[in-house]
């Protein structure tokens, strides 16, 4: 009687663990802490933005999230550095040029993009292109009528994903030749910038904005469809003369392809619950970007629609 007590309290107190697996991912997750790889350098619109995000659910899920700076070499870097975690507590925050064009920039990748999955949609980052003051230009046109003056004489620095293909796109569609400087850092840019070194910058607006509003380099354009709220006075790409170099900088968290679904799900709900509050819109407006709620399709949706508008433009311009 005993013995049969025994195997009957055994089976009784092991009736719930039968049952837990099936929720026990997402209940305990996240274990420790959570990291968001950018691979663009801090003070950057999306920087700041996804630090933003990793305050409040730090909040929400009693785990530190810490924002993990890969800048340069086209976001591969932060791209092989996010694949080789695959521990279920490390995300890529970026932009969509990881899996839209940076296949038509190298040869050969380091990565599939496919083995990146778009999670939440979270921000549209404002990108401009600014020029130096020393050359006393004031708009985009007037900087490529000076560049047609002078072929190869003129240079320019990007911070890799979109302004690294609207500067591209810009030398094809208008046949200016232009010298490119690659920074490893781009902090260094700004000085180049500021005093001539470097003719033309493009990357996120808020950076861009301080020089802008101190006069030594202007902001000539923004690639958005509408006006960067930091920076009002400055024309869209097709207010300035350019409508094909419009791109929205729809950026975002992306997991790995085999990542646990029931993890995915806790990351969109809660990711969703934050980029649809007022509170969270006031901070990034402020720090130069917009909220882009929506569901992991929207974000898919947005990212398929870039790959396709670059990849007509890249085609056109390879038959020239």
Do not use: C
Not at 259 to 270: G, K, T, Y
Request: charge should be positive; aromatic fraction near 8%.
């Amino acid at each position: 009687m005993r013995a049969f007590q025994r195997l009957a309290f055994a089976l009784v107190t092991a009736v719930p663990i039968l049952f837990v697996p099936a929720q026990a991912p997402a209940q305990s997750w996240p274990q420790k802490t959570v990291r968001f790889i950018v691979p663009l350098p801090p003070g950057s619109g999306m920087d700041l933005s996804a630090r933003i995000v990793a305050e409040r659910l730090t909040e929400r899920w009693g785990q530190p999230v810490v924002v993990e700076n890969r800048q340069g070499g086209d976001a591969i870097p932060a791209v092989v550095a996010f694949l080789s975690a695959r521990d279920n507590h490390t995300f890529l925050f970026s932009f969509g040029a990881v899996v839209t064009f940076n296949h038509l920039l190298h040869e050969r990748l380091p990565y599939d993009p496919k083995d990146l999955v778009p999670i939440a949609p979270v921000i549209d980052n404002f990108l401009g292109v600014s020029v130096t003051a020393t050359l006393k230009v004031n708009s985009l046109a007037e900087f490529v009528a000076a560049a047609k003056t002078q072929p190869g004489k003129l240079n320019y620095g990007v911070t890799p994903g979109l302004p690294l293909y609207a500067m591209f796109a810009l030398q094809k569609q208008t046949g200016i030749e232009l010298a490119n400087i690659p920074y490893r850092d781009f902090a260094p840019a700004y000085a180049d910038l500021n005093s001539g070194r470097l003719h033309a910058a493009s990357t996120g607006v808020p950076t861009l904005v301080p020089h802008h509003r101190a006069g030594t380099a202007k902001l000539v354009m923004v690639t958005n469809s509408v006006r960067s709220p930091q920076a009002p006075d400055v024309p869209t790409a097709r207010e300035a003369g350019f409508p094909n170099l419009t791109f929205e900088g729809v950026s975002g968290i992306y997991g790995w392809r085999d990542m646990p679904a029931e993890i995915r799900q806790r990351v969109v709900a809660d990711v969703a619950t934050i980029v649809n509050d007022p509170a969270f819109r006031d901070r990034v407006v402020a720090v130069g970007t917009v909220p882009r709620p929506g569901a992991p399709e929207d974000f898919a949706a947005a990212i398929e629609e870039q790959r396709a508008k670059i990849a007509a433009i890249h085609e056109a311009m390879t038959k020239r």
